[in-house]
């Protein structure tokens, strides 16, 4: 069948043809239409398969393994495991220590760090980056150590600086001289103290050690005067004897 010549490609050319045959035939010829045609998604992931295993609370896992020269047994077909994937997990830890107790208790220790720190602030480079931290940290003990009643400014850097020991004030002591009235013993008849008389009053003095004893007793059977020094702070603590004439 032939089309006229100004039929092109995409436009639709309709004709009749007269035949002996009663029909008529209708021949069209139209551009065929553009189909869009989507890729199939991708299958799913396969699920993790693994061996034959006992499965713990805590989330662990043992292989079946048989011992050595026994029966083999058949091992079991892999089991499907869905593994849940945990986003949370410890980066780090710290501790916080707080010491209770008292001021002369603490200042020895923090001295002795304080004086560790400036020795190792002389042996580092200031371009260390490390550098302006340690000067910050030495700061902060030198403000504890005077806060505790030290002086920062008179710890050295060393490593070897051992702070002195705080002197405790010295409580005078007492002294009671006079006359042994009684000695004293107890129910098994080991020596428990003795009495003096200064005339004005009585002192009554405990002691268990043997030679106050035997120096009591001497001055009772001779009638010496005994003189006895306590503590100023703890009046009950002998702290020497002497025998006047």
Request: proline share 10%; charged share 25%; net charge positive.
């Amino acid at each position: 069948m032939s089309f006229p010549d100004s039929t092109t490609t995409g436009r639709s050319a309709d004709s009749l043809r007269a035949s002996s045959a009663p029909a008529i035939r209708r021949a069209a010829s139209r551009a065929a239409p553009y189909v869009m045609v989507r890729q199939p998604p991708p299958p799913p992931a396969p699920k993790l398969q693994t061996a034959a295993a006992i499965f713990h609370p805590d989330g662990t896992t043992a292989q079946l393994r048989t011992a050595k020269g026994g029966p083999k047994h058949r091992r079991a077909p892999p089991t499907e495991v869905e593994r849940i994937t945990q986003w949370r997990y410890v980066v780090g830890t710290f501790q916080i220590r707080i010491p209770v107790t008292t001021g002369d208790r603490i200042l020895p220790s923090e001295e002795t760090t304080l004086a560790i720190m400036k020795w190792r602030l002389e042996q580092m480079s200031p371009s260390n980056r490390w550098y302006p931290v340690l000067v910050r940290y030495i700061k902060y003990l030198s403000d504890r150590v005077d806060g505790l009643g030290g002086n920062s400014g008179a710890v050295p850097p060393s490593l070897t600086f051992v702070p002195p020991l705080p002197l405790h004030p010295h409580q005078p002591e007492r002294e009671h001289c006079g006359k042994v009235c009684e000695v004293l013993f107890d129910c098994h008849g080991e020596f428990a103290g003795f009495v003096l008389d200064d005339c004005c009053e009585r002192h009554v003095f405990h002691s268990r050690a043997r030679s106050i004893g035997d120096l009591a007793l001497e001055a009772c059977r001779y009638g010496l005067t005994l003189c006895v020094w306590v503590d100023g702070k703890d009046g009950e603590r002998i702290c020497k004897l002497a025998i006047k004439a």
